[in-house]
């Protein structure tokens, strides 16, 4: 049932991963580590610090203006220092396998924390939580996904979904309407294509694990979340006929050229979003992070009928609606930080309709964090896209809260079988066959559960 948009605006604001693209690194402070804790003189603070992808300039402000400052001004004891790095994941990786690092460890998903915790290298949060009430703020199925042996060690950056963004004035110079099943949809792909245009936008040149966004889809809306969920509890073999056919149905979906055609490894978001404001494409596949991808190239002119839509079932008798789910990012604590407690202050900020709120109003897609009450949340002022990603948000808050929802590989699939899930590409180029790949899948979260290295999977449908 459709809310109105100022219901939505009092409810709730999620977020949304695909963050490692913008300008060369820079500070924000002055330097710090997380061995340079305590006061070093009579009246200073004890630097916490942070890395963060390489944003654009208008994020960099946002974060300053209501993380850094906002945390600095909240308090006396500590100073929050945040640095932009191009290649922050492999950054942080290097540095803490060497003990270093910063205070703050940013992640591409919880899937990035298993192996980090199981070595060592995290600070486990269960105290911070129990503290601040982490638990009873966070929606269940986030809370239980950065969790590792029952003990929590990051939270999440915010919700991200699997869908398309549709451009409405392209569909309705076209005379086409929102497709509401599979016939529907490929309909429009089809006739796009005959009109010279993409079928859809999408591009994985700089950004292999892009392919992984294409299987959530088909295993979302074909194979269904409680098969997903029984692969990943080890309750039924990844090489099963619903994985199979799903598989097999996202290969003929690439083959018919429904992923931008020939410019699948071509484009990058950046390329994609210029060309889906300049109407070359009616859809762009992809997830509910999208929007910061238009609102960094578009002109605001271009993005008032830009809105997201989730896709139809391709197979009776699933739930409906079904979102696959999954955070955009994670935040733990470096376990050779000399001030996790200051850190776990940042971190609770981080968890606040207030940061949610002024931030998503500067920075659309990427912001909505998924916590529970966000009904102080103050939108007034924000731009019509930034509106309509809050209101894709409610929909897919609402279908959580109800039990029904997939999972999102990066978020959910543990180290080995997320790599093996992104080889779907080796089926498109013709390398392997769909069969080929499950047994594959299959064996390397075998390898997974063996170095316990799978995440508490929450359990949809409840």
């Not at 999440?156 to 549709?166: E, H, V």
């Not at 599979?182 to 700089?206: F, N, R």
């Not at 013709?430 to 063996?450: C, F, M, P, R, S």
Request: net charge negative; aromatic share 12%.
């Amino acid at each position: 049932m459709k809310k109105s948009l100022c219901m939505i605006l009092a409810i709730f604001l999620v977020l949304a991963p695909l963050g490692g693209c913008g300008d060369s690194g820079t500070t924000q402070g002055s330097a710090g580590t997380p061995a340079a804790g305590g006061m070093s003189g009579e009246g200073e603070r004890v630097p916490i610090t942070m890395w963060f992808w390489a944003a654009a300039p208008f994020q960099r402000d946002a974060f300053q203006a209501h993380l850094v400052d906002a945390f600095n001004n909240s308090q006396d004891e500590y100073e929050l220092i945040l640095e932009f790095q191009e290649g922050v994941d492999d950054n942080i990786s290097v540095a803490l396998s060497a003990d270093q690092g910063p205070d703050i460890v940013y992640g591409s998903g919880p899937a990035f924390v298993g192996g980090f915790a199981g070595g060592g290298k995290l600070a486990n949060l269960d105290k911070y939580a129990e503290k601040y009430g982490w638990a009873d703020r966070l929606l269940s199925p986030f809370y239980d996904a950065c969790t590792v042996d029952g003990s929590l060690y990051s939270i999440p950056g915010g919700l991200t979904s699997t869908g398309y963004c549709f451009n409405q004035k392209v569909l309705d110079d076209n005379g086409w309407t929102l497709p509401t099943t599979e016939a529907e949809l490929v309909s429009i792909l089809d006739q796009a294509q005959e009109l010279g245009m993409y079928s859809a936008l999408t591009g994985g040149k700089d950004w292999r694990p892009t392919n992984e966004l294409f299987v959530n889809i088909f295993l979302a809306h074909y194979a269904g979340p409680e098969v997903v969920y029984q692969c990943l509890t080890g309750e039924r073999p990844w090489n099963n006929e619903y994985v199979i056919e799903a598989l097999k149905m996202c290969d003929d979906w690439y083959q018919k050229g429904y992923f931008a055609g020939d410019d699948y490894w071509n484009l990058d978001y950046s390329e994609a979003a210029q060309l889906f404001v300049n109407e070359r494409s009616p859809f762009w596949f992809g997830p509910t992070l999208l929007f910061q991808f238009i609102q960094r190239e578009a002109d605001p002119s271009q993005t008032g009928g830009i809105k997201f839509a989730n896709f139809p079932n391709f197979r009776e008798g699933l739930p409906d609606p079904v979102y696959d789910i999954g955070a955009v990012c994670s935040y733990s604590i470096n376990a050779a930080s000399k001030n996790p407690d200051g850190a776990a202050m940042v971190l609770d900020m981080m968890l606040t309709p207030e940061f949610a709120g002024n931030m998503s109003k500067a920075w659309a897609g990427y912001w909505g964090i998924p916590i529970r009450d966000l009904s102080n949340i103050d939108m007034s002022g924000a731009g019509a896209l930034n509106l309509n990603y809050l209101e894709a948000c409610f929909e897919i808050v609402e279908t959580v809260d109800n039990g029904n929802f997939s999972y999102n590989a990066a978020t959910f699939f543990p180290a080995s079988t997320f790599q093996r899930v992104i080889d779907i590409d080796t089926v498109w180029e013709g390398v392997a066959t769909v069969e080929e790949l499950v047994v594959e899948i299959d064996a390397a979260y075998k390898d997974d559960v063996d170095a316990k290295l799978v995440p508490s999977i929450p359990r949809t449908g409840r």
